[in-house]
């Protein structure tokens, strides 16, 4: 079992920017944040796989920057120009299987999340 503690969460205005973490217990190949905004379902924003190679859902790109430090299994979202749309509930995800993408089905752990709120 891989336990997932997210931090970093907060209130800001919008135009802001955030750097959320998520310390896991264990080291995992694929690392992923996702969103759920309130009333929607939880989407993908940024993943990090075995091989280093990082993806990121359109509404993050040239905005968030996703990075990981193995040393520490952490995993950081440095969250820059936020929006509104941007609020809501930011969950780290893991799983250790080959194939990694941004549908939160593929994940095995779960952090209890860090709530966002950007206001304008």
């Not at 802001?16 to 992923?32: E, I, K």
């Not at 190679?53 to 968030?64: H, L, N, P, V």
């Amino acid at each position: 079992q891989v336990h997932l503690v997210e931090s970093g969460g907060g209130s800001v205005q919008a135009g802001g920017s955030l750097r959320l973490s998520c310390v896991a217990s264990q080291y995992t190949h694929n690392m992923a944040w996702f969103h759920q905004a309130p009333g929607k379902e939880r989407e993908g924003v940024a993943l990090i796989d075995r091989a280093d190679a990082i993806t990121y859902a359109d509404s993050a790109k040239g905005r968030f920057t996703l990075s990981r430090d193995i040393a520490k299994n952490t995993l950081y979202l440095q969250m820059n120009r936020l929006k509104s749309e941007d609020t809501g509930m930011y969950y780290c995800a893991a799983h250790n299987a080959i194939h990694a993408g941004l549908d939160r089905i593929q994940y095995d752990y779960w952090g209890q999340g860090t709530q966002v709120t950007v206001s304008s």
